[in-house]
């Protein structure tokens, strides 16, 4: 694996139900460091029928302030051929292919990291959309649905094919987000592989990109998704390699008003933007002090109107950062 420089270009994760167009237009209008995105993926449309409704996350118009990459989740290569050419009708010149989603229900259909042992089918796969798609292709994918051997199986696969770039978490499918990131497996996979490699997992603070980054000098492309949840100025850490931030809190207030609004513009019901913002803290309350009697509360109230004075109250009144060493 042969580095493309010192410059590194960090990547905002695709998480589904968290970073959506709204969520990436007020997180890049807030804070710095992030050089594009993956969207959360779109499911490919059976029968090749592709409308612009279906892909409404990505429309150009709603993502103006960062770059986006499109991620399509499919094991039918009519079809996902079908949606990336659609997508580079859009404008968009790369889509990824996810070969990472953990979750059972999607595995047990032999999508995202449940296709992962079945490298015959990836590679016809493969074979079959890089001839009638118009793009370039990149791949996110883990180490194995079961085991971390599955990897080594794939990556001469993937060698023959004309990838963009391949963006590997270190753990298997059925650890989802549990346990360690395997490096040592990572590592492995370096010199095998010979398309450019994006690291994701667990970095969450400056220690940790500096720890990861250093034992993989040949890397320069890393993806964050929960620790840039957490700490929104994780990216510009990064970058800086300082983690002095003035009115960090309140920087971080502004962020959470200004999202609440935006939310509020594009959902229908109260129910709909409760559930939203209250599904943020699960990954932005881990920046704090414990602070179990006011989220007990903002996860109780019923009323939009509430719930931002009892967040703004805690934010002016009790938020208390943790600060990371």
């Given at each position: 694996q042969k580095s493309s420089g010192n410059a590194i270009c960090l990547y905002m994760a695709p998480m589904k139900g968290f970073t959506d167009c709204v969520f990436r237009q007020v997180f890049a209008a807030h804070?710095?460091?992030?050089?594009?995105?993956?969207?959360?993926?779109?499911?490919?449309?059976r029968d090749c029928t592709v409308r612009r409704r279906h892909v409404r996350d990505v429309w150009p118009e709603n993502n103006t302030r960062l770059t986006v990459v499109p991620q399509i989740l499919s094991k039918v290569a009519s079809d996902f051929a079908a949606m990336a050419n659609f997508l580079y009708d859009m404008g968009y010149e790369t889509v990824n292919w996810n070969l990472g989603?953990?979750?059972?229900?999607?595995?047990?259909?032999?999508?995202?990291?449940?296709?992962?042992?079945?490298?015959?089918?990836?590679?016809?796969?493969?074979?079959?959309?890089?001839?009638?798609?118009?793009?370039?292709?990149?791949?996110?994918?883990?180490?194995?649905?079961?085991?971390?051997?599955?990897?080594?199986?794939?990556?001469p696969v993937l060698n023959r094919y004309p990838l963009k770039e391949v963006i590997i978490h270190p753990r298997t499918g059925r650890q989802a987000y549990e346990g360690c990131v395997d490096l040592d497996t990572f590592e492995a996979c370096l010199p095998i592989?010979?398309?450019?490699?994006?690291?994701?997992?667990?970095?969450?603070?400056?220690?940790?990109?500096?720890?990861?980054?250093?034992?993989?000098?040949?890397?320069?492309?890393?993806?964050?998704?929960?620790?840039?949840?957490?700490?929104?100025?994780?990216?510009?850490?990064?970058?800086?390699?300082?983690?002095?931030?003035?009115?960090?809190?309140?920087?971080?207030?502004?962020?959470?008003?200004?999202?609440?609004?935006?939310?509020?513009?594009?959902?229908?019901?109260?129910?709909?933007?409760?559930?939203?913002?209250?599904?943020?803290w699960r990954y932005l309350g881990l920046s704090f002090e414990p602070f179990d009697r006011t989220l007990k509360k903002m996860k109780k109230s019923t009323r939009p109107e509430k719930y931002l004075v009892l967040a703004n109250r805690f934010f002016e009144t009790e938020a208390t950062l943790i600060r990371k060493r």
């Open positions: 804070f710095s460091g992030f050089d594009l995105a993956i969207a959360p993926f779109i499911a490919s449309k989603c953990p979750s059972p229900m999607v595995a047990s259909k032999k999508r995202g990291a449940g296709l992962l042992p079945y490298t015959d089918t990836i590679d016809a796969f493969l074979e079959d959309v890089l001839a009638i798609m118009k793009g370039k292709l990149s791949l996110k994918l883990r180490l194995g649905w079961e085991k971390r051997a599955e990897i080594f199986r794939l990556l592989l010979d398309h450019p490699v994006v690291y994701n997992g667990d970095i969450c603070s400056l220690e940790d990109f500096q720890h990861i980054s250093g034992r993989f000098a040949g890397v320069s492309q890393w993806m964050i998704g929960r620790g840039g949840l957490a700490d929104p100025f994780l990216p510009q850490i990064i970058r800086t390699g300082q983690d002095r931030i003035e009115g960090r809190c309140q920087r971080l207030q502004q962020f959470h008003e200004a999202l609440y609004h935006a939310y509020a513009e594009r959902l229908k019901g109260p129910s709909h933007l409760l559930k939203k913002m209250k599904g943020l």
